[in-house]
């Protein structure tokens, strides 16, 4: 037999090496795909019930972005994470838009085990399926698999809440701050409302300030809240914040900071009012409500929310009222820079990280005890502060500080001395 007709065959240990590789590989690829599908159609859901002028869902499905290959512990592993599509958001409107956490825009290559084995627990990955689960992903002989290292990385993450949670605030200056209360849809112990307060820097970079947990929004549980951040050294008070119609949250606010300005957040007040509107109503109403929030200056804004209030006041008095009471606190943002408007419209910065916690949470199988979800939640914050963009017009923030007096957005004097 001539050497040119010589098929040369490895040894047959390395091709049965070679093929469960290759399986390992697709299992990984299909564990990817099923996490990613999963995690576009909660977000979906989320929104389900946005839609556009014509009543059809605002938020749809839009094919996928192109493949790209994410380097593992048993070769490269293709995946394809799904687009979705905003039909109603207009060039002025914050757009909503879909971001994988699990699969990361620019992730390239898998985490480091350490980094990786608290990121599948939060991820919905149960302690005792974390060996197949990596054993899929990094292979058979990927190290730190068993469940006490699970048992013991959890408890590290009890340790830096615990230790983040009295961190010093000396020296810092939130110009801005949003504030919300969420409800998990885990099972808990007893029904819990966890507390977060989030602010804008000076340099417009936004960071976590606070995580407790309280009984509902009760003014005790933020006065609480408010009071342990000062006591960490938050001398200065926040010039504008930013939260939904939760009355225990203002009314404690004016006691700890009663010269913080209050902006009711619109995406709560829109639902709220439509929820007292006919639901064929609700297309228009909301474009109206929309002209009020997106009006070029103050005086434009109460010409459009005036028109709203005779527009549906004799008929539908309770979503009137319901707008009208906060007809102050929904106007405030403009009086700040109008490169900031956008950010202070809306708590949609702590929305749309609470998307992941909901996500994660009303997974979980067990019953979760208080302390597990406030590490739960502080743990999926945390990782998602690490992507939260800077404040546009940065500059304008030092002249907040001064006391720079701001109308329709535009700078007008400074404050005397």
């Known amino acids: 037999m001539k050497k040119s007709n010589v098929v040369s065959l490895a040894p047959p240990e390395e091709r049965v090496a070679d ?14 795909a099923k996490a990613v599908e999963a995690e576009v159609e909660e977000f979906i859901a989320r929104y389900g019930g ?5 009543g059809q869902r605002r938020i749809v499905r839009n094919g996928y972005l192109p493949e790209r290959e ?9 995946v394809r994470v799904p687009r979705v599509r905003d039909r109603a958001a207009s060039a002025d409107e914050d757009r909503i838009g ?4 699990i699969v990361p825009r620019y992730l390239r290559r898998s985490r480091s085990l350490e980094e990786f084995l608290p990121y599948l627990y939060l991820k919905g990955v149960s302690t005792g399926d974390f060996q197949d689960a990596l054993q899929a992903i990094l292979g058979p002989d990927a190290p730190g698999l068993s469940p006490a290292t699970i048992c013991r990385l959890k408890k590290g993450w009890t340790e830096e809440y615990e ?15 949003w504030a919300d209360g969420v409800y998990l849809e885990a099972r808990m112990e007893e029904r819990q409302c966890i507390l977060v307060l989030m602010g804008a820097m000076a340099d417009g970079r936004k960071e976590l300030i606070a995580i407790q947990d309280g009984y509902r929004e009760s003014e005790q549980s933020w006065r609480e809240l408010l009071t342990n951040v000062k006591s960490r050294g938050l001398e ?5 914040a930013v939260g939904d119609g939760a009355l225990g949250f203002w009314k404690a606010l004016r006691k700890v900071f009663p010269t913080t300005s209050a902006q009711r957040c619109w995406f ?6 439509l929820n007292k509107l006919p639901k064929s109503l609700h297309g228009k109403a909301k474009a109206a409500l929309q002209e009020i929030w997106m009006a070029e200056s103050h005086e434009q804004a109460v010409k459009s929310f005036d ?46 990280t609470f998307a992941t916690v909901e996500l994660r949470t009303s997974k979980t199988r067990g019953c979760l005890s208080r302390e597990t979800a406030l590490v739960m939640v502080f743990q999926l914050c945390r990782g998602a502060e690490k992507s939260w963009r800077r404040l546009n017009g940065t500059q304008r923030l030092a002249q907040v500080i001064e006391g720079v007096v701001f109308k329709n957005g535009v700078e007008q004097e400074r404050i005397a001395a």
């Open 19 to 32: 093929v469960l590789t290759e399986i390992v590989r697709n299992g990984a690829r299909d564990l990817l």
């Open 50 to 54: 946005l839609c556009d002028e014509n």
């Open 70 to 78: 994410i380097q593992t512990g048993v070769g490269a592993v293709e």
């Open 98 to 101: 879909f971001s994988s956490s």
């Open 163 to 177: 230790a983040w949670k009295c961190s010093s605030l000396q020296g810092k200056h939130y110009v801005y701050v």
């Open 236 to 240: 200065l008070a926040p010039k504008l």
């Open 268 to 273: 709560h007040k829109t639902g709220n009012v």
């Open 307 to 352: 028109a709203f209030v005779e527009t549906y006041e004799a008929k539908y008095p309770n979503a009137v009222a319901c707008l009208v009471k906060d007809r102050a606190e929904l106007l405030a943002f403009y009086d700040f820079p109008a490169e900031h408007w956008k950010h202070l419209r809306t708590t949609n910065p702590i929305e749309s």
